[in-house]
């Protein structure tokens, strides 16, 4: 049995697990070449849920390996009575995908059983020990006959008649560990390691009569499958198998299909249309590879940048759902690229994430101040990493369901102008005046942002009146006049749900208030009406007048102004009035 040691590897700064193997390891000279060969093979594997292998070696007559530290036990601790298949399959699921990406790389486990799935504390499983029972073996063969590797209770029937074996061994004992989760029992068992032997050689699988339900006939034939004597009877890889039990957990259309990783890492499903995109970008390409394999089993697509103007150009192409940016690049470094992807349009919802230097708090006090919305510290640690593209996905999910919503609100906004055809074009074009007049007030960009954004949804409320009044060639009467001075109100009610345009909400309401507080909802006065309200309502008087109304003809871009400079200090703010009047926005028909 091989002894773990916990310790600190001061080179690259972290606590590691130190694993010294059994003594026959160091009796031959000429194991030590075929012990570095297997190593190095297995250190080669960068799959976030293999065991990762930074260092190995014979030292004093000890072989040892110096392996990641997981400290969350194993799945051995978890089993002894049955588990939910949603449990099962959310745990095999990654250690499915990284199976088959070893086996893709030519290299088997032949050893796979509870106590090799460790668990991370936030319960990602980590599968542990590829190649050990190979190296193992190779060293007992040199002392001893009769030698059967692997663990008797996992092991396929071809491994306990000798035969060659290759993946579909793996994926048996696979399918033993699943059986054991679901049931809480082994398949096949016997009183000695060659009775158990014998069981998987000749015995059918025991009924699995722990499952209940409708779907339980469908998952024991899936386990059965997977259990089958013959290797070719199996499934094609282990992903495929536990993508067979998923459908018993989450049953859902054929034409959804699930997108499971296979051996080389991409979909065996095909992808969803909105399966979000992760763009890395740094300049070294080793650090691109890793977080594309620590993010193997992250649904999501990865793509990659190897400078800033890159980066750049792949998000104006195809927006990603999230930036993990590198803070040291040559030439544009990352706080640059984050300061123009977020003056991009739409910039501002797309989430990135820094990757700083360790210990620095200035590099993280930049990368807020350029706009970040996180930052991670070298090196990057595996689980933290995961964690945090998670969060930052589902952060910009819930900025896409609020965009969408805001375009809902859009449409109606549109209908409602739609209505006259008078006033086609009058919300884009107060949209632009008010935020031109914005950039002379030197206003900064979230209020210009506000500006552009209220302007073209304010009059949103008169969704809720009549055409009848909203296209009355005469004056309105008492009644009419109150339904009309309705709308800012219902307009706010409307939009208030939009979380993403809060800071819409005062223009919305306030924009029809008079300087001398004669105005409606709420009689405000001067500057108690929100600045922004009176920009736009300035910006949207101003085109009022210059196209044609129902009840009268269309006034000069001149006459317009004069009307404005009459009414400044009365209805409108004369700030903003005098402003305006500098330098008008282009007259619309």
Not at 332 to 342: F, P
Not at 395 to 411: C, F, N, P, Q
Not at 446 to 465: S, T
């Amino acid at each position: 049995m091989a002894t773990v040691y916990r310790a600190h590897h001061t080179g690259l700064d972290r606590q590691v697990a130190i694993k010294v193997l059994p003594e026959f390891f160091a009796e031959e000279d000429s194991y030590l070449q075929r012990f570095q060969q297997e190593a190095r093979m297995v250190a080669r594997l960068k799959h976030p849920n293999i065991l990762g292998v930074f260092d190995f070696g014979q030292e004093q007559g000890i072989t040892y390996l110096v392996l990641e530290l997981v400290e969350g036990g194993t799945l051995e601790d978890q089993l002894g009575r049955p588990m939910d298949l949603e449990q099962v399959v959310r745990i095999l699921r990654p250690v499915s995908s990284a199976l088959d990406y070893a086996h893709a790389r030519g290299v088997l486990h032949r050893d796979i059983k509870p106590s090799n799935i460790l668990m991370q504390k936030d319960g990602t499983p980590i599968l542990a020990d590829f190649g050990l029972a190979r190296m193992a073996d190779a060293a007992r063969r040199l002392t001893a006959t009769g030698f059967v590797l692997g663990t008797p209770e996992y092991m396929a029937p071809e491994q306990a008649t000798g035969d060659s074996t290759g993946p579909a061994a793996d994926r048996y004992a696979i399918a033993v560990v699943a059986y054991e989760m679901l049931t809480g029992r082994l398949p096949f068992q016997g009183s000695t390691p060659a009775a158990t032997l014998i069981s998987h050689l000749k015995d059918s699988m025991p009924p699995t009569i722990e499952l209940t339900g409708e779907l339980s006939a469908h998952v024991e034939d899936v386990l059965r499958k997977g259990l089958s004597k013959a290797p070719e009877d199996r499934y094609s890889s282990a992903s495929q198998f536990v993508t067979a039990l998923t459908p018993a957990a989450w049953p859902r259309p054929t034409s959804e299909p699930l997108a499971v990783t296979e051996m080389d890492g991409s979909p065996a499903a095909a992808a969803s249309p909105t399966r979000p995109i992760v763009l890395v970008v740094d300049d070294n390409s080793a650090n691109r590879e890793l977080i594309e394999a620590c993010l193997a089993d992250v649904a999501c697509e990865v793509r990659s940048a190897d400078n800033g103007a890159r980066a750049l150009q792949l998000i104006t192409t195809e927006s990603p759902s999230l930036v993990l940016l590198d803070v040291e690049m040559p030439g544009m470094d990352g706080y640059e690229v984050c300061r123009r992807i977020k003056a991009m349009p739409g910039g501002r919802l797309l989430p990135v994430v820094m990757i700083t230097a360790p210990n620095q708090t200035n590099d993280r006090v930049m990368a807020l101040q350029s706009g970040a919305d996180d930052f991670l510290t070298k090196p990057v640690d595996r689980v933290e990493l995961v964690a945090r593209v998670r969060s930052a996905l589902r952060l910009k999910s819930t900025y896409d369901t609020l965009d969408s919503a805001e375009r809902v609100i859009l449409t109606l906004a549109a209908a409602v102008e739609a209505k006259d055809e008078l006033s086609q074009g009058h919300a884009q074009r107060v949209a632009e005046a008010a935020r031109h007049l914005g950039m002379q007030f030197r206003l900064p960009a979230a209020a210009l942002d506000a500006l552009y954004r209220g302007a073209l949804i304010c009059d949103i409320g008169k969704i809720a009146v009549p055409d009848a009044i909203l296209l009355k060639s005469g004056p309105l009467n008492t009644e009419e006049l109150l339904r009309m001075e309705e709308h800012p109100v219902i307009g706010e009610n409307i939009v208030r749900p939009l979380r993403s345009a809060a800071n819409l909400l005062p223009i919305i309401r306030h924009h029809h208030e008079r300087f001398d507080g004669g105005g409606y909802p709420d009689g405000l006065s001067g500057d108690r009406i929100p600045r922004l309200a009176r920009i736009v309502a300035v910006s949207d008087a101003f085109d009022a007048l210059i196209i044609e109304r129902p009840y009268r003809p269309r006034h000069s871009a001149e006459a317009a102004l004069a009307i404005l400079a009459d009414g400044a200090g009365k209805q409108w703010d004369p700030e903003v009035v005098d402003l305006l009047t500098q330098e008008p926005p282009r007259s619309g028909n």
